[in-house]
C-alpha cells in the first residue's frame, strides 16, 4: 500500500523477553520518527531519522531501547529484557523532503506491545 | 522547550451541536502549531496546520483552529459536528527549528445521536 505500515500489529511477549518492531514509511519519505503511546498519555517521542542516520534520539527511555534504519527504508525499533512498563502503542511515521519542519507526519497505525 | 496541554481528556456532545477542543502550548519562540486526528483503529492523520499567516485556519472535515499568540492557544472548533466525528484529537506544536513535533495527551471527541 502507499501508506506507512508497521508490523506486527499486536505483539504479546513475556517480561525479559526482546522484541522488534518493523516500520515501512512510504516510499520516498527521507524522515521517520517512533513514538510511544502509554494508555491514557500523550504521543512520546523515542527517535528520529534522517535518511540512515539518527540526529536525535534523546527520547529512547534507556539502554534496552535502540532502533536503527537501512538507507531511505525500514526501521527497526529493538526493546531488549522487556519490562511491564514497555507496554504501550509503539507508532511510526514519515514525512518526505522539506515536510518534517511543517509537522506532516504520516503515520502507520502502530504495534501494541504487551508484557505480561 | 516545547510543551502542549489539551485541557480536556473527553469530551462528549450531541450531533449537530458546536465543539471546541482546547489546546495550549508553552515555547518561548515562533512556533508551528498542528491539530492530528485518529478514528478509530486508524493511523493519525493530519487535520489542519498553523505555520504562519492568518491566525483562523481550516482544515479538513468542516473543522477550524485560532492560533491566539497572546493566550499561548490554538483551539479547534466545529459549528455542527457528525457522528462520524467521533475520534481522538491530538494538538502538537514545533518550535525554535526543531524537526520534532511534541504532542499533546489527546482529546477524546464522543458524539452521541
Known amino acids: 500500500g502507499a501508506g506507512v505500515s508497521q508490523s506486527p500489529s499486536n505483539k504479546v511477549t513475556e517480561k525479559g523477553k526482546d522484541v522488534e518492531l518493523r516500520c515501512d514509511p512510504i516510499s520516498g519519505h527521507t524522515a521517520l520518527y517512533w513514538y510511544r503511546q502509554r494508555l491514557g498519555q500523550g504521543l512520546e517521542f523515542l527517535i528520529y531519522f534522517q535518511g540512515n542516520s539518527a540526529p536525535d534520539k534523546s527520547g529512547l527511555p534507556s539502554d534496552r531501547f535502540s532502533a536503527e534504519r537501512t538507507g531511505e527504508s525500514v526501521s527497526t525499533l529493538t526493546i531488549q529484557r522487556t519490562q511491564q512498563e514497555d507496554s504501550a502503542v509503539y507508532l511510526c511515521?514519515?514525512?518526505?523532503?522539506?515536510?518534517?519542519?511543517?509537522?506532516?507526519?504520516?503515520f502507520g497505525e502502530g504495534s501494541r506491545l504487551t508484557v505480561l | 522547550a516545547q510543551s502542549v496541554t489539551q485541557l480536556d481528556s473527553q469530551v462528549p456532545v450531541f450531533e449537530e451541536a458546536p465543539v471546541e477542543l482546547r489546546c495550549n502550548y508553552s515555547?518561548?519562540?515562533?512556533?508551528?502549531l498542528f491539530w492530528y486526528v485518529q478514528y478509530p483503529n486508524q493511523g493519525l492523520q493530519l487535520l489542519l496546520k498553523?505555520?504562519?499567516?492568518?491566525?483562523l485556519v481550516k482544515g479538513i472535515n468542516g473543522f477550524e483552529a485560532e492560533f491566539n499568540k497572546s493566550q499561548t492557544s490554538f483551539h479547534l472548533r466545529k459549528p455542527s459536528v457528525h457522528i462520524s466525528d467521533t475520534a481522538e484529537y491530538f494538538c502538537?506544536?514545533?518550535?525554535?527549528?526543531?524537526?520534532?513535533?511534541?504532542f499533546g495527551r489527546g482529546t477524546s471527541l464522543i458524539v452521541h445521536p
Open positions: 515555547s518561548s519562540v515562533s512556533v508551528y
Open positions: 498553523y505555520l504562519s499567516g492568518s491566525t
Open positions: 502538537a506544536v514545533i518550535s525554535g527549528g526543531s524537526y520534532i513535533p511534541t
Open positions: 511515521a514519515s514525512s518526505g523532503p522539506g515536510q518534517g519542519l511543517t509537522g506532516e507526519l504520516f
